[in-house]
């Protein structure tokens, strides 16, 4: 992986254009602003009708392939997902869970649908704790079936379909079930990952053999078949998403997590037929003349951005522009100050009550945003007490950068934007019929307690794990201008906070928006993209105050603008991703 990114920084490493400071204001001296160097942006793409940006060109030839055929955004998301799991199924698949935020142009209304993983009936808050009640290490909680939790995918998928879907259900299998039949080139990316990785795919035979052939990892351009992906893929054309949580799919499943040669789990036939998607309100915020609107608990994503924005938005963040140190304390303190937050309460709204509203009124970010009038940098960024507030202080939880994201524009306006995941690369490395399974259960605090107060995002029978998936679509005037969101773990809000900031404060173009170079700030430290001239802002972060540490922050955001003129489509330079449209 990181091997792979070097190659793409010597490759793409330019300065961005002054042209995309455009809107931005000038220099004293009536000097363009300094604008900092980076990713080269991918070129800018135009459409008149539709436009699908995903993390994989096949997986966004599916999507168009949908839209030209007369199918919605939902109908469009889903060929793309079961596509997603075949070309880029370190990322995401039918063995993870996603969420989608879905603007319906007909009813002018969002809707929230939560296809987050749930831990096993049989779960315990001491499930990744040792003998002596002690937190197991990420690698040991990972690997196996102990980390597997139930999937929501296929049945998000299926809930998307029933909603907002015009085509045939089997229709949208085609795309995928084809490139499963005759093969498909392994991408760089894919290579580089699974070689990266080779060591823990060899502990699970089944994934071995896939990934691993004649103990070899697959290289680029090679060629891969799939065809027990295949025969699921039309198991569920057949029969479903039944067919996937009832039946001999549910059984290999199980068997699969139950009986790993590593870490057995605890999933159950049950646990997989009482799965439920849950349809959730869009958490919105007022952003100037934008309503900022993403998922809500269990995902913190949502709200992290919408307190990251509301504590800056009296700040004079588009006059100090991207590359003042100014800029990114008021930034970084801020996301460490929505991280407290984030740490203190958000859990899944079924077992915690969770303080929403009173995390996002405007009163609360005004008091919070008083935090940041200071010349440094904060020396404690403490939680703070929003209305209705019912959660335990709750123990650091950080899920894992191995994620995917496609926002979707169809010909009637519908907008799809989500984030799906099987968490960390490869997910728990284990396979049945075709397809990785996750280790979302490792987004659960790991300890039960702190201070003898129970934790609110511990583990629990039936419980979401907390996650910062943040699939985000942004209104003005009441209709979508930007549907958006990337992977990358708990970085996810940093990601997509400095994408809107770029394109909404410093007239940035959302290629160029994206391609800047990413500072994220969640507990403290404040990480810097390698590579980048990010790194030359070290110095004068560090006078003020921060800790600062240069490492690969491989955000993967894709991006559609809608404006009176068309659609705009961008995806991230650091990884594989495309847009494409009519």
């Known amino acids: ?203 699970i035979r089944a994934t071995a053999a896939y990934f691993l052939p004649g103990g070899r990892p697959l290289r680029a351009g090679e060629t891969l078949r799939n065809p027990a992906y295949a025969e699921t893929l039309k198991a569920l054309r057949d029969g479903g ?121 405007r009163d609360y970010l005004a008091e919070r945003a008083r935090l940041l009038s200071g010349p440094r940098a904060l020396d404690q960024a403490p939680a703070g007490r929003p209305k209705f507030s019912h959660a335990f202080v709750d123990g650091a939880a950080l899920d894992l950068p191995a994620t995917s994201h496609l926002s979707i524009v169809d010909a009637e306006g519908n907008v799809v934007s989500m984030t799906t995941t099987i968490e960390a690369g490869f997910g728990s490395r284990l396979m049945a019929r075709g397809f990785l399974l996750n280790n979302e259960l490792t987004d659960f605090s790991f300890r039960s307690h702190r201070d003898g107060v129970p934790i609110a995002n511990r583990v629990e029978p039936g419980k979401r794990p907390r996650s910062t998936m943040a699939p985000t679509i942004v209104l003005k005037g009441g209709r979508p201008l930007l549907a958006l969101g990337s992977p990358g773990g708990s970085q996810i809000a940093g990601y997509v906070a400095k994408a809107l900031v770029a394109r909404l404060d410093w007239g940035m173009d959302i290629a160029q928006a994206i391609a800047l170079p990413n500072l994220v700030n969640r507990f403290g430290p404040f990480e810097l993209e390698a590579g980048t001239s990010a790194e030359a802002l070290a110095p004068a972060l560090q006078a003020l105050g921060f800790r600062t540490v240069a490492t690969d922050l491989t955000s993967g955001t894709q991006a559609i603008e809608i404006t009176p003129e068309g659609l705009l489509g961008a995806a991230d330079p650091r990884r594989e991703g495309v847009a494409g449209g009519d």
């Not at 869970?97 to 315990?124: C, H, M, N, Q, Y």
């Open 241 to 361: 998403a039944d067919a996937f949580y009832e039946g001999p799919i549910a059984a290999d499943v199980v068997q699969a997590v139950r009986f790993a040669p590593t870490n057995p789990g605890l999933l159950a036939a049950g646990d997989l037929t009482r799965y439920q998607v849950v349809e959730r309100d869009a958490v919105c915020a007022p952003y100037r003349i934008y309503e900022v609107c993403g998922m809500g608990p269990p995902s913190s994503g949502g709200i992290a951005i919408a307190q990251i924005l509301g504590m800056i938005e009296p700040t004079d963040i588009a006059g100090l522009g991207p590359a003042s140190a100014e800029a990114w304390r008021l930034i970084g303190d801020a996301s460490r100050l929505a991280f407290a937050d984030r740490e203190r309460y958000v859990a899944d709204p079924a077992f915690t009550p969770q303080p929403t509203r009173g995390l996002l009124a």
């Open 1 to 203: 992986m990181r091997s792979l990114l070097r190659l793409a920084l010597l490759l793409a490493l330019i300065a961005v254009s002054p042209a995309a400071a455009q809107d931005a204001r000038q220099a004293p001296d009536g000097a363009p602003p300094e604008i900092a160097t980076g990713f080269a942006p991918k070129p800018l793409v135009r459409a008149q009708r539709f436009m699908a940006a995903t993390a994989n060109g096949h997986a966004t030839a599916a999507a168009v392939a949908m839209l030209r055929a007369g199918g919605s955004a939902a109908d469009a998301a889903i060929a793309a997902q079961l596509t997603l799991g075949l070309v880029e199924p370190q990322s995401s698949g039918l063995g993870g869970g996603a969420f989608a935020v879905v603007w319906s142009a007909a009813e002018k209304r969002l809707a929230t649908f939560d296809g987050r993983e749930t831990a096993p009936a049989a779960a315990t808050p001491t499930l990744f704790q040792d003998e002596r009640g002690e937190p197991l290490s990420r690698l040991e909680a990972v690997i196996g079936g102990r980390s597997v939790g139930t999937p929501g995918t296929p049945r998000l998928l299926e809930r998307l379909h029933q909603r907002a879907g015009r085509l045939p259900w089997a229709e949208l299998f085609g795309p995928a079930l084809r490139l499963a039949e005759k093969g498909f080139a392994v991408s760089p990316r894919l290579a580089a990952q699974i070689a990266d990785d080779a060591e823990r795919l060899a502990r």
